[in-house]
Nanobody, 126 residues
Framework: QVQLVESGGGLVQAGGSLRLSCAAS????????WGWFRQAPGKEREFVAA????????IYADSVKGRFTISRDNAKNTVYLQMNSLKPEDTAVYYC???????????????????WGQGTQVTVSS
């Protein structure tokens, strides 16, 4: 069993930055791909970014490309999401997730992730 715990959320003004962290416990998952998703009130949970097990491959949603950076530290079993130039529309609960399938390509599909954290709130004020 894998437990994921997000941290680093909070309130920030538009144009500011936050760094989210997601720590895994229960087993070593350095070979798995990780993803970040977010869910705004009244909206579906949407893909934000994903990173391969080695950290050598990443994908991003168009809405965050150039502003957000996903990274990982396998020694710490932790993945990060650096968020810069934040906008009010980035306000959401952010979730980390793990894809244990070792698929050849990173996926942005929510149902293809197997483990999920409880989420951390990010609020961007205008």
């Amino acid at each position: 069993q894998v437990q994921l715990v997000e941290s680093g959320g909070g309130l920030v003004q538009a144009g500011g930055s936050l760094r989210l962290s997601c720590a895994a416990s229960g087993r070593t998952i350095s070979s798995y791909a990780w993803g970040w998703f977010r869910q705004a009130p009244g909206k579906e949970r949407e893909f934000v970014a994903a990173i391969s097990g080695s950290g050598g491959s990443t994908i991003y949603a168009d809405s965050v490309k150039g502003r957000f950076t996903i990274s990982r530290d396998n020694a710490k079993n932790t993945v990060y999401l650096q968020m810069n130039s934040l906008k009010p529309e980035d306000t959401a609960v952010y979730y980390c997730a793990v894809d244990r399938s070792h698929r050849l390509q990173l996926t942005s599909t929510r149902r293809e992730y197997h483990y999920w954290g409880q989420g951390t709130q990010v609020t961007v004020s205008s």
